[in-house]
């Protein structure tokens, strides 16, 4: 079971949600608008936040922005919900620091299947073998969002994490935007949107200090997909 915070502006897609959720045995609690959206996160620890894009005065793109800037939220999974007439919402959302999102109108059990995929947050069951991931200079906590590089150590989103360590397991190996989809994000084959993968990449780049004119590190393979190098 998890905590969930529910943000729409639209009270027939909360109370939708909110049964959905609630019949998948999450604990919900709903908000109507950004700023109590935030007030809320604020004073609770929620599990994940599933969060409309638009909405007056303060939209989710804004609200996502606000809590990856604070370091007590910044880790917290966002899950957008976007309309399907507005494809550019999802790109934005990404760009803010969403982990995922979904279109309305979807499937009832779609939403709660991907809430599963985000709140597993480690990458994968050989995490307990050891506690560090190391590649030259780079170290990977695996039980902590952070990767060290020299003496900087920089904090990462759940999808981050998992994404630089499928990355890093496989070093040398090119892996495909379909098959960082299925590993990382939990997609069905040939389901999810190549954007997720592209956006996160270019996001983890600019965590490492990487210049995507030279991308050391995570590079991209033509007609391959993207491989660590580092």
């Not at 939220?73 to 550019?88: D, N, Q, Y």
């Not at 003496?151 to 989103?157: A, E, G, Q, V, Y």
């Amino acid at each position: 079971m998890a905590y969930v915070l529910v943000v729409d502006d639209d009270p027939d897609v909360l109370v939708s949600v909110e049964a959905i959720l609630a019949d998948a045995d999450h604990d919900v609690v709903t908000a109507s608008d950004g700023f109590q959206a935030l007030n809320l996160i604020s004073r609770e620890v929620f599990d994940i936040v599933v969060l409309d894009v638009v909405m007056p005065e303060l939209d989710g793109i804004e609200v996502c922005r606000r809590i990856r800037s604070d370091p007590f939220t910044a880790r917290l999974p966002v899950m957008f919900l976007t309309a399907k007439s507005r494809p550019g919402d999802a790109t934005r959302g990404l760009d803010a620091g969403g982990d995922d999102y979904m279109t309305k109108p979807f499937e009832v059990t779609e939403l709660p299947a991907r809430i599963r995929a985000l709140l597993r947050r480690a990458p994968g069951g050989a995490l307990d073998e050891t506690d560090v991931l190391v590649m030259h200079d780079m170290e990977l906590d695996l039980n902590r969002f952070e990767v060290q590089i020299g003496d900087r150590t920089i904090s990462l989103t759940g999808i981050e994490h998992r994404l630089l360590y499928c990355l890093m397991s496989r070093r040398g190996q090119p892996m495909s935007t379909a098959k960082l989809l299925e590993d990382v994000w939990e997609y069905p084959p040939g389901l999810g949107n190549p954007n997720l993968v592209q956006v996160h990449i270019g996001n983890v780049r600019a965590k490492l200090g990487v210049d995507e004119d030279s991308p050391l590190y995570i590079r991209n393979v033509r007609g391959r997909g993207y491989m660590f190098t580092g």
